[in-house]
């Protein structure tokens, strides 16, 4: 049965039926807007890691769990921190710290440590072995 519902939804047409059958429902898939609500329910009192923190947001969920009361805030990405990242962090007197490397290497993941919450969207489709990642995020 799993076979055939991940070759399913790779057609198009069926994706989309099933996606407007689940919002109909009421199930609607994905949440992405609701990001910020769990960062903010999540994070306070815990420490709280971003993956792939950069690319498109700046740190922003970082800066987002840090002003909603986490701990300690870490971010990591493969690319180093933008201008824009640069910027916030002086603005706000942040001490968000950052990791330059791939999450799924040993001596990033001995870098950021063990943490409470762990936060990673719009990595696992970029990366050239996604089991890889989700190993590694539950390690950390």
């Known amino acids: 049965m799993y076979t055939f519902k991940v070759r399913a939804f790779k057609v198009a047409p069926v994706n989309t039926a099933w996606r407007y059958l689940r ?21 306070p009192g815990k420490s709280f890691v971003d993956v792939g923190c950069m690319w498109g947001v700046n740190g922003a969920h970082a800066f987002l769990a840090e002003e909603s009361g986490a701990t300690a805030v870490c971010g990591v990405d493969v690319f180093g921190p ?21 999450c799924t290497a040993p001596a990033t993941l001995a870098r950021v440590g063990l943490r409470d919450v762990v936060f990673c969207a719009g990595v696992l489709y970029h990366h050239p072995s996604p089991f890889d990642v989700l190993v590694a995020l539950r390690s950390i």
Do not use: K, N
């Open 23 to 43: 919002a109909w429902m009421g199930r609607p898939a994905g949440q992405y807007q609701r990001l910020l609500d769990f960062i903010r329910e999540l994070a």
């Open 82 to 102: 933008t201008p824009e990242f640069e910027a916030e962090r002086a603005r706000r007197g942040s001490r968000v710290e950052f990791v330059l490397g791939d």
